[in-house]
């Protein structure tokens, strides 16, 4: 498939197909391939929670009010969002200084500590702007291997991050159910999307 019939077939998939499983070595593949998704400073401030057994996607299905796609696909992913990646402490800075020199990236590293960690609201949109990037990128790429999936927000966020030993500075990015589509129900009317017109301003 093209990029161009990945985007217009992937749908955000309500009814998942509970009696066809994923093969998890094609899943780590998707997950590998989908680093390469950009972010600032090549930083990649996101990690992935695979859930997986039964019991522990009845409690997420529980904390995400009940939706029934996040028990019928095979796994959820959570993605997390990490608020702190522009620190020191981010590994990803480790090889920039092999190539680039110690001196110039501290100072890269201060520079990304002053715009991105000054206030709360300037780490929750550097975490979730890299992070939403690369989520994107995962459902498009799960999609051109013939896997659906559907952007879930809607959950209990404090104790889903409690279940799931989430750490403070850590906030979900979303929550991504994967698997199969069940052929057996409707796919719901696509809805009309705006135009160029409605979106685009020119100056």
């Known amino acids: 498939m093209t990029v161009q019939e ?3 077939m992937r749908r955000s998939i309500q009814h998942f197909d509970k009696n066809r499983q994923l093969d998890m070595e094609l899943v780590k593949r998707i ?3 989908s680093t390469y998704a950009p972010s600032g400073f090549n930083l990649q401030p996101w990690r992935v929670i695979i859930v997986k057994s039964e019991k522990n996607r009845n409690d997420l299905f529980e904390l995400s009010y009940k939706q029934e796609k996040i028990k019928e696909a095979p796994i959820t992913l959570i993605i997390v969002a990490n608020k702190e990646g522009y620190t020191k402490e981010n590994p990803a800075w480790n090889e920039m200084i092999k190539n ?3 001196e110039r990236i501290n100072s890269l590293i201060e520079g990304a500590s002053k715009a991105y ?3 709360e609201v300037s780490k929750t949109k550097f975490a979730h702007l890299n992070t939403s ?3 994107m990128t995962l459902m498009l790429l799960f999609k051109s291997y013939g896997i659906d999936s559907h952007a879930v927000g809607g ?3 404090s ?3 409690k279940m799931f030993n989430i750490a403070d ?3 979900i990015n979303m929550l991504l159910p994967i698997g199969y589509r069940d052929n057996d129900k409707p796919l719901t009317k696509r809805l009309i999307r705006k135009t160029y017109e409605d979106i685009v301003t020119v100056f």
Do not use: A, R, T, W
Request: charged fraction near 40%.
């Open 6 to 8: 990945v985007n217009l």
């Open 31 to 33: 997950i590998e391939e």
């Open 100 to 102: 680039h020199g110690e």
């Open 117 to 119: 960690g000054k206030d």
């Open 133 to 135: 990037l690369f989520s």
């Open 155 to 157: 959950m209990k966020q």
């Open 159 to 161: 104790e889903v991050k």
């Open 169 to 171: 500075n850590e906030d």
